[in-house]
Protein backbone atom coordinates (compact mmCIF):
# COMPACT_ATOMS: atom_id res chain seq x y z
CA UNK A 1 0.00 0.00 0.00
CA UNK A 2 1.18 3.74 -0.85
CA UNK A 3 0.47 6.55 1.18
CA UNK A 4 0.93 10.45 0.37
CA UNK A 5 3.01 12.61 2.22
CA UNK A 6 4.56 16.01 0.69
CA UNK A 7 7.75 15.22 2.48
CA UNK A 8 8.23 11.62 2.40
CA UNK A 9 8.28 8.54 0.62
CA UNK A 10 6.35 5.56 2.04
CA UNK A 11 5.97 1.77 0.77
CA UNK A 12 4.83 -1.38 2.07
CA UNK A 13 5.44 -4.96 0.59
CA UNK A 14 5.79 -8.56 2.26
CA UNK A 15 4.89 -6.33 5.98
CA UNK A 16 7.74 -4.43 5.48
CA UNK A 17 7.31 -0.32 5.42
CA UNK A 18 9.93 1.86 3.95
CA UNK A 19 9.64 4.97 5.30
CA UNK A 20 11.95 7.49 3.39
CA UNK A 21 12.97 11.34 4.39
CA UNK A 22 12.63 12.88 1.14
CA UNK A 23 13.74 16.63 0.82
CA UNK A 24 17.36 15.43 -0.78
CA UNK A 25 18.12 19.39 -1.96
CA UNK A 26 18.05 20.41 1.39
CA UNK A 27 20.25 16.47 1.91
CA UNK A 28 16.80 15.54 4.14
CA UNK A 29 16.96 17.99 6.77
CA UNK A 30 13.66 17.79 8.47
CA UNK A 31 11.88 21.22 8.53
CA UNK A 32 8.64 21.13 11.28
CA UNK A 33 6.56 19.94 8.45
CA UNK A 34 8.70 16.51 7.77
CA UNK A 35 8.75 16.12 11.27
CA UNK A 36 5.06 16.64 11.48
CA UNK A 37 4.27 13.68 8.77
CA UNK A 38 7.24 10.92 10.38
CA UNK A 39 5.27 11.23 13.30
CA UNK A 40 2.19 10.60 11.25
CA UNK A 41 3.62 8.13 9.70
CA UNK A 42 5.05 6.22 12.77
CA UNK A 43 1.88 6.54 14.54
CA UNK A 44 -0.06 4.85 11.54
CA UNK A 45 2.84 2.05 11.02
CA UNK A 46 2.58 1.62 14.81
CA UNK A 47 -0.99 0.53 14.63
CA UNK A 48 -0.78 -1.21 10.70
CA UNK A 49 -1.65 -4.89 10.52
CA UNK A 50 0.62 -5.16 7.59
CA UNK A 51 3.57 -3.84 9.13
CA UNK A 52 6.20 -5.89 11.11
CA UNK A 53 9.05 -3.99 10.54
CA UNK A 54 10.03 -0.83 9.51
CA UNK A 55 12.88 1.22 7.73
CA UNK A 56 13.68 4.67 7.80
CA UNK A 57 15.98 5.52 5.08
CA UNK A 58 16.98 8.99 3.37
CA UNK A 59 16.81 10.14 -0.17
CA UNK A 60 19.39 10.43 -2.91
CA UNK A 61 22.96 9.59 -2.38
CA UNK A 62 24.47 12.22 -0.08
CA UNK A 63 22.29 11.98 3.04
CA UNK A 64 20.38 10.22 5.79
CA UNK A 65 19.03 13.25 7.26
CA UNK A 66 21.07 16.16 8.59
CA UNK A 67 19.04 16.91 11.32
CA UNK A 68 16.17 19.58 12.26
CA UNK A 69 15.73 22.73 9.29
CA UNK A 70 18.63 25.29 11.36
CA UNK A 71 16.10 27.83 10.16
CA UNK A 72 13.26 26.72 12.87
CA UNK A 73 15.77 28.17 14.98
CA UNK A 74 15.90 31.33 13.73
CA UNK A 75 14.55 34.34 16.20
CA UNK A 76 12.77 31.60 18.57
CA UNK A 77 11.97 32.09 22.20
CA UNK A 78 13.07 29.46 24.76
CA UNK A 79 9.63 28.58 25.23
CA UNK A 80 9.16 27.77 21.77
CA UNK A 81 12.03 25.92 21.47
CA UNK A 82 10.86 23.85 24.34
CA UNK A 83 7.20 23.17 22.70
CA UNK A 84 9.16 22.39 19.39
CA UNK A 85 11.29 19.91 21.17
CA UNK A 86 9.02 18.19 22.48
CA UNK A 87 5.86 17.93 19.99
CA UNK A 88 7.00 16.77 17.66
CA UNK A 89 10.59 15.93 18.60
CA UNK A 90 10.37 13.93 21.98
CA UNK A 91 7.32 12.16 20.41
CA UNK A 92 8.68 11.13 17.33
CA UNK A 93 12.20 9.74 18.72
CA UNK A 94 10.18 8.12 22.02
CA UNK A 95 7.15 6.44 19.73
CA UNK A 96 10.51 4.75 17.49
CA UNK A 97 11.74 3.78 21.22
CA UNK A 98 8.81 2.24 22.22
CA UNK A 99 7.11 0.84 19.30
CA UNK A 100 6.29 -2.92 19.62
CA UNK A 101 7.89 -2.99 16.32
CA UNK A 102 11.65 -3.63 15.20
CA UNK A 103 12.82 -0.16 13.57
CA UNK A 104 15.68 -0.36 11.18
CA UNK A 105 18.11 2.75 10.22
CA UNK A 106 19.70 2.01 6.61
CA UNK A 107 22.04 5.58 7.07
CA UNK A 108 22.78 6.08 3.51
CA UNK A 109 25.31 9.42 3.71
CA UNK A 110 25.04 12.26 6.35
CA UNK A 111 23.71 11.54 9.02
CA UNK A 112 23.95 14.48 11.70
CA UNK A 113 22.21 16.10 14.66
CA UNK A 114 18.52 15.00 14.61
CA UNK A 115 19.30 12.94 11.63
CA UNK A 116 21.44 10.90 13.90
CA UNK A 117 18.96 11.30 16.53
CA UNK A 118 16.16 9.58 14.88
CA UNK A 119 19.14 6.87 13.55
CA UNK A 120 19.82 6.05 17.31
CA UNK A 121 15.71 5.81 18.70
CA UNK A 122 15.82 2.78 15.98
CA UNK A 123 16.43 -1.03 16.61
CA UNK A 124 19.39 -1.27 14.16
CA UNK A 125 21.52 1.23 12.22
CA UNK A 126 23.23 -0.13 8.81
CA UNK A 127 25.06 2.00 7.05
CA UNK A 128 26.98 2.82 4.00
CA UNK A 129 30.65 2.82 4.34
CA UNK A 130 30.55 6.41 3.03
CA UNK A 131 28.41 7.20 5.77
CA UNK A 132 29.60 10.10 7.78
CA UNK A 133 27.87 10.33 11.32
CA UNK A 134 27.98 13.26 14.25
CA UNK A 135 26.11 15.94 16.44
CA UNK A 136 27.29 18.98 15.43
CA UNK A 137 24.73 21.40 17.35
CA UNK A 138 27.61 22.72 19.42
CA UNK A 139 28.58 24.84 16.68
CA UNK A 140 24.91 26.80 16.69
CA UNK A 141 25.31 27.21 20.08
CA UNK A 142 23.06 24.41 20.97
CA UNK A 143 22.89 20.92 21.88
CA UNK A 144 20.99 17.69 20.70
CA UNK A 145 17.84 17.81 22.00
CA UNK A 146 15.83 14.93 20.79
CA UNK A 147 17.67 12.33 22.98
CA UNK A 148 21.17 12.87 21.70
CA UNK A 149 22.71 13.60 24.69
CA UNK A 150 21.15 10.74 26.48
CA UNK A 151 21.28 8.25 23.75
CA UNK A 152 24.74 8.67 23.12
CA UNK A 153 25.84 8.70 26.13
CA UNK A 154 24.06 5.13 26.64
CA UNK A 155 25.61 3.66 23.33
CA UNK A 156 28.88 4.78 23.81
CA UNK A 157 29.04 5.66 27.46
CA UNK A 158 30.17 9.51 29.09
CA UNK A 159 33.77 9.95 27.88
CA UNK A 160 32.46 9.27 24.18
CA UNK A 161 29.27 10.99 24.27
CA UNK A 162 31.04 14.06 25.65
CA UNK A 163 33.75 13.74 22.61
CA UNK A 164 30.40 13.41 20.05
CA UNK A 165 28.63 16.51 21.53
CA UNK A 166 31.09 18.61 23.10
CA UNK A 167 33.63 18.76 19.64
CA UNK A 168 30.50 18.65 17.21
CA UNK A 169 32.90 16.89 14.98
CA UNK A 170 31.78 14.06 11.84
CA UNK A 171 32.63 10.32 12.26
CA UNK A 172 33.27 8.01 9.31
CA UNK A 173 31.18 4.90 10.03
CA UNK A 174 33.58 2.61 10.30
CA UNK A 175 34.62 4.23 13.37
CA UNK A 176 31.23 4.25 15.03
CA UNK A 177 30.71 1.22 13.81
CA UNK A 178 34.13 -0.34 15.82
CA UNK A 179 32.71 1.88 18.74
CA UNK A 180 29.27 -0.15 18.64
CA UNK A 181 27.25 2.77 17.54
CA UNK A 182 25.97 0.97 14.51
CA UNK A 183 25.60 -2.82 13.73
CA UNK A 184 27.45 -2.99 10.38
CA UNK A 185 28.56 -1.08 7.46
CA UNK A 186 28.62 -1.66 3.87
CA UNK A 187 29.17 -0.65 0.10
CA UNK A 188 26.22 1.76 -0.68
CA UNK A 189 25.40 -0.27 -3.43
CA UNK A 190 23.83 -3.08 -1.28
CA UNK A 191 22.54 -1.09 1.72
CA UNK A 192 18.63 -1.14 1.06
CA UNK A 193 19.02 -4.64 -0.44
CA UNK A 194 20.83 -5.71 2.64
CA UNK A 195 18.27 -3.26 4.64
CA UNK A 196 15.58 -5.13 3.14
CA UNK A 197 16.66 -8.79 3.80
CA UNK A 198 17.23 -8.32 7.84
CA UNK A 199 13.48 -6.94 8.15
CA UNK A 200 12.65 -9.59 6.16
CA UNK A 201 14.67 -12.06 8.42
CA UNK A 202 12.61 -9.86 10.96
CA UNK A 203 9.21 -10.51 9.65
CA UNK A 204 9.90 -14.43 9.72
CA UNK A 205 10.30 -14.21 13.97
CA UNK A 206 7.30 -14.34 16.03
CA UNK A 207 6.20 -10.29 16.46
CA UNK A 208 5.33 -11.09 20.25
CA UNK A 209 8.92 -12.43 20.79
CA UNK A 210 10.16 -9.46 19.07
CA UNK A 211 8.60 -6.85 21.05
CA UNK A 212 9.19 -8.21 24.18
CA UNK A 213 12.80 -8.66 23.23
CA UNK A 214 13.03 -4.97 22.50
CA UNK A 215 11.13 -4.04 25.46
CA UNK A 216 13.09 -5.52 28.10
CA UNK A 217 16.51 -4.65 26.25
CA UNK A 218 15.48 -0.92 26.55
CA UNK A 219 14.44 -1.62 29.86
CA UNK A 220 17.30 -2.84 31.02
CA UNK A 221 18.86 0.72 29.93
CA UNK A 222 16.24 2.61 31.57
CA UNK A 223 16.43 0.88 34.78
CA UNK A 224 18.61 1.10 37.57
CA UNK A 225 17.47 -1.99 39.34
CA UNK A 226 18.62 -5.26 37.87
CA UNK A 227 16.56 -7.69 39.81
CA UNK A 228 13.31 -5.59 38.46
CA UNK A 229 14.53 -6.19 35.27
CA UNK A 230 15.47 -9.30 35.69
CA UNK A 231 11.71 -10.23 37.00
CA UNK A 232 10.74 -7.86 33.89
CA UNK A 233 12.31 -10.31 31.67
CA UNK A 234 11.49 -13.58 33.66
CA UNK A 235 7.81 -12.31 32.98
CA UNK A 236 8.06 -11.57 29.30
CA UNK A 237 9.68 -15.28 28.60
CA UNK A 238 6.71 -16.63 30.81
CA UNK A 239 3.99 -14.84 28.58
CA UNK A 240 5.69 -15.67 25.56
CA UNK A 241 5.56 -19.68 26.70
CA UNK A 242 1.73 -19.24 26.79
CA UNK A 243 2.07 -18.21 23.50
CA UNK A 244 0.60 -20.10 20.37
CA UNK A 245 3.75 -18.82 18.51
CA UNK A 246 5.95 -20.60 21.01
CA UNK A 247 3.91 -23.91 20.84
CA UNK A 248 4.03 -23.34 16.81
CA UNK A 249 8.13 -22.76 17.29
CA UNK A 250 8.72 -25.56 19.48
CA UNK A 251 6.73 -27.89 17.04
CA UNK A 252 8.46 -26.49 14.19
CA UNK A 253 12.10 -27.32 15.80
CA UNK A 254 11.26 -31.04 16.72
CA UNK A 255 9.46 -31.29 13.28
CA UNK A 256 12.68 -29.99 11.71
CA UNK A 257 10.15 -27.72 9.61
CA UNK A 258 10.21 -23.84 9.44
CA UNK A 259 8.29 -22.21 11.99
CA UNK A 260 5.23 -20.11 10.87
CA UNK A 261 4.70 -17.47 12.94
CA UNK A 262 1.12 -15.97 13.28
CA UNK A 263 1.99 -13.59 16.19
CA UNK A 264 -0.41 -14.98 18.23
N1 LIG B 1 18.90 22.78 7.88
C1 LIG B 1 18.50 23.43 6.80
N2 LIG B 1 19.12 23.35 5.61
C2 LIG B 1 20.20 22.56 5.54
C3 LIG B 1 20.69 21.85 6.64
C4 LIG B 1 19.97 21.98 7.86
N3 LIG B 1 20.31 21.30 8.97
N4 LIG B 1 21.79 21.18 6.27
C5 LIG B 1 21.97 21.43 4.97
N5 LIG B 1 21.02 22.29 4.52
C6 LIG B 1 20.85 22.81 3.16
C7 LIG B 1 21.92 23.83 2.80
O1 LIG B 1 21.55 25.11 3.29
C8 LIG B 1 21.89 23.74 1.32
O2 LIG B 1 20.77 24.45 0.82
P1 LIG B 1 20.91 25.43 -0.48
O3 LIG B 1 21.35 24.52 -1.58
O4 LIG B 1 19.52 25.97 -0.64
O5 LIG B 1 21.94 26.44 -0.10
C9 LIG B 1 21.66 22.28 1.04
O6 LIG B 1 21.06 21.76 2.23
C10 LIG B 1 22.92 21.49 0.74
O7 LIG B 1 23.81 21.69 1.85
P2 LIG B 1 25.31 22.21 1.68
O8 LIG B 1 25.75 22.77 2.99
O9 LIG B 1 25.42 23.11 0.50
O10 LIG B 1 26.06 20.83 1.37
P3 LIG B 1 27.59 20.49 1.69
O11 LIG B 1 27.87 19.20 0.97
O12 LIG B 1 28.47 21.65 1.38
O13 LIG B 1 27.66 20.23 3.27
C11 LIG B 1 26.89 19.36 5.39
C12 LIG B 1 26.94 19.18 3.85
C13 LIG B 1 25.99 18.29 5.95
C14 LIG B 1 28.29 19.22 5.95
C15 LIG B 1 26.34 20.77 5.72
O14 LIG B 1 25.15 20.97 4.97
C16 LIG B 1 26.01 20.99 7.18
O15 LIG B 1 26.92 21.16 8.00
N6 LIG B 1 24.70 21.03 7.51
C17 LIG B 1 24.26 21.40 8.84
C18 LIG B 1 24.18 20.20 9.74
C19 LIG B 1 23.89 20.70 11.14
O16 LIG B 1 24.62 21.46 11.73
N7 LIG B 1 22.75 20.28 11.70
C20 LIG B 1 22.39 20.72 13.01
C21 LIG B 1 20.97 21.03 13.05
S1 LIG B 1 20.54 21.61 14.65
Known amino acids: MKKKYQ ?12 ITLNDPDKLNALNLDMQRELLSALRYVRDDENT ?11 A ?6 ISVFEGISAIKGYQ ?8 IHRLMEIMEKPIIAAVNGYCLAGGLEVALACDFIIASEEAVLGVPEINIG ?21 EWVMTGKRFPATEAKDLGLINRTMP ?20 N ?10 LSLESSDTDAALAIERGAISILMGTEDCAEG ?15
Open 7 to 18: YLLYSNTDNVTT
Open 52 to 62: RVIIITGAGKK
Open 64 to 69: FCVGAD
Open 84 to 91: LMRDPGYE
Open 142 to 162: IIPGWGGCVRLARALGARRAK
Open 188 to 207: GNVLMSEARKLALDLTAKSP
Open 209 to 218: ALKMAKMVIN
Open 250 to 264: VAAFLEKRPPNFKGS
